[in-house]
């Protein structure tokens, strides 16, 4: 340790209790690091400046003096010898870092900004400090003692994975943190011996299963409890091009990701094809998650793909997720549903069928007092204007593109259905994207709260505010 002062000292402490054979090269150092001197916590003082011959013998350096060049000649001193350094405050500076520490030995959780913000790192750490009972530490031994037991029991890896999830989500991980470890011990073989058993009768055959997961349109802060605890349960993730990077993060790191993305234009992918993969992957005894972008059940084929795994005979389950509509709507300030506006929502899908036209009951679509949501329709938006006004809708109706929904980069054009496909010509809005069509868009720019702020072309829609009922009616 290069340096004596306060910073030096909150960094000594911590190696102390890692057992580091320690010497501190300073003039002065504070009173604690003096007793840690004199009760032989710290190995050696040499209480004077700083030179390269400091470093000799040493695995590694930390340089907190208060001076930067002092700092920067410890660092190239130790870069010039292969001596791991780190320079307190100057992450260009560090070959190795110091994160905040959860100590629930043999469990050891580290938390680190890479020095960007290490208060932060340490509030990080006293919010998951209160989260994780000190008793985790005794479950971890408890486990460590009985790995070599389910080893030689259970010989497939997939089996002794789903063994000790069973484990510690079960009985035997609460009584260990109970501190009834002899009873947990007496549970665990109960649970070890019935697991054997039945995969002898099966012939070591796993049962597999699908879980069809719908991921939300985009925040991974929207995914429900279930849908995270099983993304991390499965052992493949099939999933769509709608599924967000943030949320494919969250996947278990040794799954493996299959993408069966599908694109205008590009289907790649049939879907009996990912049918047939499914069933294929659940029958070698795989955990399945079938992750989808917004909600499986609402344009995302979810029912086709449970009625080919109800035919195979394959066990699933099914996890509803905040649907594009509902998602990005919130996010652009716009109620689906207002007692002014609108007393439905009706969910349309903008994909044209083969014939280049769409089979919609456009005389229904045209009722007052509702909201259209239309999915896929960036690129029939001049057909949706026509086949709206054709059925009676007026052209001033105001009107919302939401691009990249619930995402940092999102944004949203507010508009009229007469000006929509050249103001989405003219603002390059790409998928994914929702128009929302009714008078509850007027309402966007004052109830916007998330990103940029919305794109306005007329005065016809940005002058309207929310206590101008009578007009925004008239006009919608």
Same mark, same amino acid.
């Given at each position: 340790?290069?340096?004596?002062?306060?910073?030096?000292?909150?960094?000594?402490?911590?190696?102390?209790?890692?057992?580091?054979?320690?010497?501190?090269?300073?003039?002065?150092?504070?009173?604690?690091?003096?007793?840690?001197?004199?009760?032989?916590?710290?190995?050696?003082?040499?209480?004077?400046?700083?030179?390269?011959?400091?470093?000799?013998?040493?695995?590694?350096?930390?340089?907190?003096?208060?001076?930067?060049?002092?700092?920067?000649?410890?660092?190239?001193?130790?870069?010039?010898?292969?001596?791991?350094?780190?320079?307190?405050?100057?992450?260009?500076?560090?070959?190795?870092?110091? $994160?905040?520490?959860?100590?629930?030995?043999?469990?050891?959780?580290?938390?680190?900004?890479?020095?960007?913000? $290490?208060?932060?790192?340490?509030?990080?750490?006293?919010?998951?400090?209160?989260?994780?009972?000190?008793?985790?530490?005794?479950?971890?031994?408890?486990?460590?003692?009985?790995?070599?037991?389910?080893?030689?029991?259970?010989?497939?890896?997939?089996?002794?994975?789903?063994?000790?999830?069973?484990?510690?989500?079960?009985?035997?991980?609460?009584?260990?943190?109970?501190?009834?470890?002899?009873?947990?011990?007496?549970?665990?073989?109960?649970?070890?011996?019935?697991?054997?058993?039945?995969?002898?009768?099966?012939?070591?055959?796993?049962?597999?299963?699908?879980?069809?997961?719908?991921?939300?349109?985009?925040? $991974?802060?929207?995914?429900?409890?279930?849908?995270?605890?099983?993304?991390?349960?499965?052992?493949?993730?099939?999933?769509?091009?709608?599924?967000?990077?943030?949320?494919?993060?969250?996947?278990?790191?040794?799954?493996?990701?299959?993408?069966?993305?599908?694109?205008?234009?590009?289907?790649?992918?049939?879907?009996?094809?990912?049918?047939?993969?499914?069933?294929?992957?659940?029958?070698?005894?795989?955990?399945?998650?079938?992750?989808?972008?917004?909600?499986?059940?609402?344009?995302?084929?979810?029912?086709?793909?449970?009625?080919?795994?109800?035919?195979?005979?394959?066990?699933?389950?099914?996890?509803?997720?905040?649907?594009?509509?509902?998602?990005?709507?919130?996010?652009?300030?716009?109620?689906?549903?207002?007692?002014?506006?609108?007393?439905?929502?009706?969910?349309?899908?903008?994909?044209?069928?083969?014939?280049?036209?769409?089979?919609? $009951?456009?005389?229904?679509?045209?009722?007052?007092?509702?909201?259209?949501?239309?999915?896929?329709?960036?690129?029939?938006?001049?057909?949706?204007?026509?086949?709206?006004?054709?059925?009676?809708?007026?052209?001033?109706?105001?009107?919302?593109?939401?691009?990249?929904?619930?995402?940092?980069?999102?944004?949203?054009?507010?508009?009229?259905?007469?000006?929509?496909?050249?103001?989405?010509?003219?603002?390059?809005?790409?998928?994914?994207?929702?128009?929302?069509?009714?008078?509850?868009?007027?309402?966007?720019?004052?109830?916007?709260?998330?990103?940029?702020?919305?794109?306005?072309?007329?005065?016809?829609?940005?002058?309207?505010?929310?206590?101008?009922?009578?007009?925004?009616?008239?006009?919608?």
């Amino acid at each position: 340790m290069i340096g004596g002062g306060e910073v030096a000292t909150r960094k000594i402490a911590t190696l102390i209790e890692a057992g580091a054979i320690l010497t501190v090269v300073a003039p002065e150092v504070t009173a604690q690091i003096s007793v840690w001197v004199e009760n032989k916590a710290v190995s050696r003082y040499r209480r004077k400046g700083y030179d390269a011959s400091d470093l000799n013998g040493q695995f590694l350096v930390i340089a907190a003096t208060n001076s930067g060049s002092t700092n920067t000649r410890v660092f190239e001193d130790a870069e010039k010898n292969s001596i791991l350094v780190n320079v307190v405050d100057s992450p260009d500076q560090c070959r190795f870092i110091l $994160p905040s520490i959860i100590d629930r030995s043999p469990l050891m959780i580290a938390i680190s900004s890479g020095g960007n913000a $290490p208060v932060l790192a340490r509030i990080l750490r006293q919010k998951l400090e209160s989260l994780i009972p000190f008793a985790y530490g005794d479950l971890a031994r408890f486990a460590g003692g009985l790995r070599s037991m389910v080893k030689s029991r259970l010989k497939s890896f997939d089996q002794r994975r789903r063994f000790w999830e069973r484990i510690f989500d079960g009985p035997v991980s609460a009584l260990v943190l109970a501190g009834r470890e002899s009873e947990a011990k007496a549970l665990f073989h109960t649970d070890l011996e019935a697991v054997a058993a039945s995969q002898r009768c099966e012939g070591a055959s796993v049962a597999g299963e699908v879980f069809l997961v719908g991921a939300g349109p985009g925040d $991974p802060e929207l995914l429900t409890l279930k849908a995270l605890r099983l993304m991390q349960q499965a052992d493949v993730v099939l999933y769509d091009n709608l599924v967000s990077p943030d949320i494919l993060d969250l996947i278990r790191r040794d799954a493996t990701r299959i993408s069966v993305a599908k694109a205008k234009g590009r289907h790649s992918i049939a879907q009996q094809d990912i049918n047939s993969e499914m069933i294929r992957l659940a029958g070698e005894g795989k955990r399945v998650c079938r992750l989808k972008g917004g909600d499986p059940f609402i344009f995302g084929r979810g029912g086709e793909e449970l009625a080919a795994l109800v035919d195979a005979g394959i066990s699933f389950q099914v996890v509803p997720g905040i649907s594009a509509a509902n998602g990005c709507a919130a996010y652009a300030g716009i109620p689906l549903t207002h007692r002014d506006f609108a007393d439905s929502v009706t969910f349309v899908t903008g994909h044209r069928k083969d014939h280049g036209y769409f089979d919609l $009951p456009w005389e229904s679509l045209s009722t007052s007092r509702q909201t259209l949501v239309f999915y896929m329709g960036l690129s029939s938006a001049g057909l949706i204007r026509e086949k709206l006004v054709e059925s009676g809708i007026s052209a001033a109706t105001a009107v919302a593109v939401v691009e990249q929904g619930t995402r940092k980069e999102q944004r949203v054009l507010l508009t009229t259905l007469d000006e929509l496909p050249q103001r989405i010509a003219s603002t390059d809005l790409a998928s994914p994207a929702l128009i929302i069509v009714g008078g509850v868009v007027t309402l966007a720019e004052s109830l916007h709260w998330f990103g940029k702020t919305p794109m306005t072309d007329t005065e016809q829609v940005s002058e309207h505010r929310p206590g101008d009922y009578a007009a925004l009616i008239a006009g919608s």
